[in-house]
């Protein structure tokens, strides 16, 4: 699901709400989470997950290509670990079960 995706189910479930206020809220409600992170915060939302971020430290990589060395700078990458509930609720649905009996 996009986001576009996600506005226009919570506008339909919403009918007396504006489908441009149900974007506002939307994108209000992932800035602050972005900006959380950006400050190092941990966002959790209760029975859905937890967003934090984890700092991967700089390193020698190499260019596949041509073998050399390549220095590879410090980042920041953001991580999502999912909550009790949301984990039951997929394990309930069966998501992800045709997959592994493929593999």
Same mark, same amino acid.
């Given at each position: 699901?996009? *986001? &576009?995706?996600?506005? +226009? *189910? +919570? !506008?339909?479930? $919403? =009918?007396?709400?504006?489908?441009?206020?149900? @974007? /506002?809220?939307? $994108? %209000?409600?992932l800035d602050t989470i972005a900006d959380a992170l950006a400050r190092g915060d941990r966002v959790?939302?209760?029975?859905?997950? !937890?967003? &934090?971020? *984890?700092?991967?430290?700089?390193?020698?990589?190499? $260019? =596949?290509? /041509?073998?050399?060395?390549? %220095?590879? &700078? @410090? *980042? !920041? +990458?953001?991580?999502?670990? /999912?909550g009790k509930e949301m984990r039951l609720r997929l394990n309930a649905a069966g998501i992800g079960? &045709?997959?592994?009996? !493929? @593999?």
């Open positions: 699901m996009i *986001k &576009s995706e996600l506005v +226009i *189910k +919570i !506008a339909e479930q $919403n =009918p007396h709400l504006y489908q441009r206020d149900v @974007e /506002t809220l939307v $994108n %209000a409600i959790e939302l209760r029975g859905f997950g !937890a967003f &934090s971020v *984890k700092r991967r430290d700089a390193r020698r990589g190499r $260019n =596949p290509r /041509t073998g050399a060395a390549v %220095a590879v &700078s @410090e *980042k !920041a +990458i953001p991580v999502f670990k /999912t079960e &045709s997959q592994s009996a !493929a @593999e």
